[in-house]
């Protein structure tokens, strides 16, 4: 396996290959040290188990940085990186990563998962996902919520089962907790397959 560093030599020299001719006025990937380059590597492109990070509200990425950094967010296989980012370096890699081009819209797989994020469940008081998260053709707000569509679906699956179950809590005001809860598995499940990819 090759060292830390070498492994992020090269996970940032593959970033710079696949983004070259994009015009940006962010760094590039090799301007990051080595921790922040790791996090690149784990977020950018096609992966499969960790959330795919490119495009994603800059302000929204700083907070998940530092509450990985604080603890308000436990991710194992994270916090070795997070927690070495300081402020001004991870301010750079939260720019970096939102102006690279975002993940689409994946082909509808769950009509279940589709109307609960469209229009959510009204008889249950359940509102659609897309009021804050955006839809199709729209925007989400940023700090408080992400544009979902493109992560992988085992990763959303996991993060509803955490918000219903409080095992994360770091959303303002409870409300992701307040938006899981009465979601069955099944629902999760759909709602998981309509945004994400296998």
């Known amino acids: 396996m090759p060292s830390r560093p070498r492994l992020a030599t090269l996970t940032a020299a593959m970033l710079l290959a696949a983004t070259t001719g994009a ?26 188990a960790a959330p795919r990070l490119e495009g994603l509200p800059a302000d929204y990425l700083v907070k998940q940085l530092r509450d990985l950094r604080d603890g308000d967010r436990p991710v194992d296989a994270a916090l070795g990186a997070a927690h070495t980012l300081d402020r001004p370096v991870a301010q750079r890699l939260a720019q970096w990563l939102a102006a690279q081009p975002a993940a689409g819209w994946p082909a509808a797989a769950s009509p279940l998962g589709q109307r609960l994020y469209d229009q959510g469940d009204q008889s249950r008081g359940r509102p659609a996902c897309q009021v804050c998260h955006g839809s199709a053709a729209g925007a989400a707000h940023g700090l408080s919520a992400p544009p979902l569509q493109g992560q992988p679906a085992a990763y959303l699956a996991r993060q509803l089962h955490a918000w219903r179950e409080k095992r994360r809590t770091n959303s303002p005001d409870g409300l992701m907790n307040d938006a ?12 998981a397959r309509h945004l994400g990819r296998p």
């Open 23 to 48: 015009p940006t006025a962010q760094p590039a990937a090799t301007a990051f040290p080595p921790a922040a380059a790791s996090c690149i590597g784990c977020h950018v492109g096609t992966v499969t």
């Open 180 to 191: 899981a809860q009465g979601l069955t598995d099944a629902e999760i499940d759909a709602l």
